[in-house]
């Protein structure tokens, strides 16, 4: 297990680096002190960085509490990670192509139902009301285009 933390917190680590890194030519405020694009990259950098950091620490100091538990890569809980990481890559990559709101009506009862929902109705309407509320706050109140369909355009 401690050999596990250790790669995870570097791994976290080293992806908030890169957050950092490939956010440094973006604006982190503007001149009336509002947060430009790299606020949240930053933000999401600065989370995964402190996170590996108190792995670190937490592995080291108490390596005892973890010594005899067992990784199951393998388990149906972590292979349902896997097929979630799996579904929100091919969301993001539908996204580039037709845009958000055709991406997340995917993206939404893909993922509900490896988390277990088998009903078609709550999942629909979940997702309708989701897409809805996130559509109109993104456009409407904080006035952001989401992405748009590449094919569309």
Same mark, same amino acid.
């Given at each position: 297990?401690?050999?596990?933390?250790? *790669?995870?917190?570097?791994?976290? /680590?080293? =992806?908030?680096?890169? =957050?950092?890194?490939?956010?440094?030519?973006?604006?982190?405020?503007?001149?009336?002190?509002?947060?430009?694009? !790299?606020?949240?990259?930053?933000? =999401?950098?600065?989370?995964?960085?402190?996170?590996?950091?108190?792995? &670190?620490?937490?592995?080291? !100091?108490?390596?005892?509490?973890?010594?005899?538990?067992?990784?199951?890569?393998?388990?149906? %809980? &972590?292979?349902?990670?896997?097929?979630?990481?799996?579904?929100? *890559?091919? %969301?993001?990559?539908?996204?580039?192509? *037709?845009?958000?709101?055709? !991406? !997340? %009506?995917?993206? +939404?009862?893909?993922?509900?139902?490896? +988390?277990?929902?088998?009903?078609?109705?709550?999942?629909?309407? &979940?997702? %309708?009301?989701?897409?809805?509320? /996130?559509?109109?706050?993104?456009?409407?109140? *904080?006035?952001?285009?989401?992405?748009?369909? &590449?094919?569309?355009?």
């Amino acid at each position: 297990m401690r050999r596990y933390n250790v *790669f995870v917190s570097a791994f976290s /680590i080293a =992806i908030g680096l890169a =957050i950092f890194h490939f956010s440094r030519n973006l604006t982190s405020f503007s001149e009336d002190g509002i947060p430009g694009e !790299a606020f949240w990259p930053r933000a =999401i950098g600065s989370l995964l960085i402190v996170l590996g950091l108190l792995l &670190v620490v937490q592995t080291a !100091a108490f390596s005892s509490v973890d010594q005899d538990r067992e990784v199951a890569l393998g388990s149906p %809980a &972590v292979r349902s990670g896997y097929l979630g990481g799996l579904i929100a *890559f091919i %969301a993001a990559v539908v996204m580039q192509w *037709f845009g958000f709101i055709i !991406a !997340a %009506a995917l993206l +939404m009862p893909s993922v509900m139902y490896v +988390m277990g929902e088998r009903r078609p109705l709550v999942a629909g309407l &979940v997702t %309708a009301a989701t897409i809805a509320v /996130i559509w109109f706050f993104f456009t409407r109140v *904080f006035n952001v285009n989401l992405p748009a369909a &590449v094919l569309f355009e």
